[in-house]
């Protein structure tokens, strides 16, 4: 599977190493945590594009570290790998993520799960190249540019589209600071925020000018919702 890396979270060292040779053979690239903490350190400064998550860790248990992972990102698919059977557990296992897999399990029966939920989510996926609407105006990623009835109203510069490009993602939800901190300038640094904050602005101002009905809200400490 080409550009498709795994963010593996499994505490048993052993199996984490079979796993993760097993699906780098098959084409994957995996980073393997061995505990919640460092697996969510990993996600927020990666891009993956699916999540194995051993239930039971230590410092932080895989229900947990999903719920996490889930307040950055709805979308990602997350499959947990676990010896819990207990019905209440895969109930809960499913409610949070997209399937729920019971150890021992077969490498063959894990990869095929795995390509089934890309699939779908590949199938899904809209052109991310294609212009999308954004209130009266239209967003040209490519072009890096914002059009008003097909003429051009502004041009951004590269982080402004990176930014955009996220709060687009998490429309009518929040995209917290840190995410978008590590995912655009690799820190969450005061002088990195402080950046960032300079861009939200500029984008606002952008907005205000040519649709004020676009508006990019402030979660207090937590990061930025953009509605329209």
């Known amino acids: 599977m080409e550009n498709c890396k795994i963010l593996l979270a499994e505490d048993d060292v052993n199996l984490g190493k079979v796993l993760t040779t097993y699906l780098e053979a098959k084409g994957y690239s995996v980073m393997h945590a061995n505990n ?34 889930r307040k950055v990102d709805t979308k990602i698919p997350i499959i947990f790998l676990t010896a819990k059977t207990m019905q209440e557990d895969v109930l809960e296992g499913l409610s949070i993520g997209d399937d729920y897999i019971t150890k021992p399990f077969s490498m063959e029966v894990l990869l095929a799960r795995i390509q089934t939920i890309m699939r779908r989510v590949n199938n899904a996926s809209e052109d991310p190249n294609k212009p999308i609407a954004i209130g009266a105006l239209t967003f040209d990623a490519n072009k890096q540019t914002l059009y ?11 982080r402004e589209v990176e930014l955009l490009a996220m709060l687009l993602d998490k429309k009518n939800e929040i995209l917290e600071r840190g995410y978008a901190l590590k995912k655009i300038w690799g820190d969450d640094s005061f002088y990195n925020a402080r950046s960032m904050d300079v861009y939200i602005a500029k984008l606002r101002s952008k907005f205000k000018e040519h649709d004020p009905n676009v508006k990019i809200v402030n979660v207090h400490s937590i990061g930025f919702k953009l509605v329209f």
Not at 37 to 49: I, L, P, Q, R, T
Not at 148 to 158: I, N, P, R, S
């Open 148 to 158: 008003k009835d097909g003429v051009e109203v502004e041009k951004l510069t590269t």
């Open 36 to 69: 919640g903490e460092v697996a969510y350190e990993m996600f927020c400064s990666n891009d993956f594009s699916i999540c194995l998550v051993d239930v039971m860790m230590p410092i932080q248990d895989g229900f947990t570290l999903a719920k996490s992972i």
